[in-house]
């Protein structure tokens, strides 16, 4: 499936100074709300948790803020590397902890496929729910405050996965799509192997297999802005530029999130 037929219009840009401050300081206030001075971070060596502990160390200082790596055999090599790169860099404490057992144990319990693409991404869900509830729960047993990554795309698209929780957790990105994660992290200087990185699409199918995925999340975030800030109809939003069966697809994953809030 192509992603456009034609030069599509850009997303809006952002003052990223001034984005950055109001993060920090909407980190301070849901730190300050929980009454609890320390946070701890599920760091997954991705874009999003990079950036949420960036600013969250800038909001409250390197020695308030902790980092908790769960790991599965799946992962990729370099990218749990990685996540120990950006711990050195921002010089917050990290654990790390083996989830393979676990997630392999409710995969058989919950008779996920052995193989194929169906396997996988059921496989990726199990350990997103599983890596959010221990991080919830470790949070909790050592009294810090937890905060979560989700971005605004991955809002609309409905991929805020829920575990059991009385009071929810506080998203200070959720009003900042992906593509603008990315102008973040550039501007933070994280680590360049981080910054590089193309995104992964683990917790949903790719919806324009074969391109770059960095491509696919600039232009999933135009047709959303669109939608969703300018109400433009599905036909408008088409003669943008945008391939017809791509437009369709993600607003059919932007409608099934919105019917099942």
Known sequence: MVVRTKETPELPEINIPR?????ASKIRAAVSASRKGKVLL???GGIDTSVLADLCCRALGSENVYGLQLVHSYDEELQVKDGAILARQLRIRMRMIDITTPVETLAEMLRVPFHGEEAALRRYQIMDRLRTMLVLDIAGQEGMAHLSALNLTERLLGLGLLCGTFSPVPQPLAELYKTHIFEIADYLDLPEQI??????FE????????SEPREVIREVDKILYLRKEKKLTPSKIKR????????SAVLKRLDEAKAAQ
């Open 19 to 23: 984005v950055v401050q109001s993060v």
């Open 42 to 44: 599920g760091i997954s």
């Open 195 to 200: 910054r590089i990185r193309q995104p992964s």
């Open 203 to 210: 917790l949903w199918r790719n919806p324009a297999e074969g």
């Open 240 to 247: 943008a530029g945008f391939a017809p069966r791509f437009v």
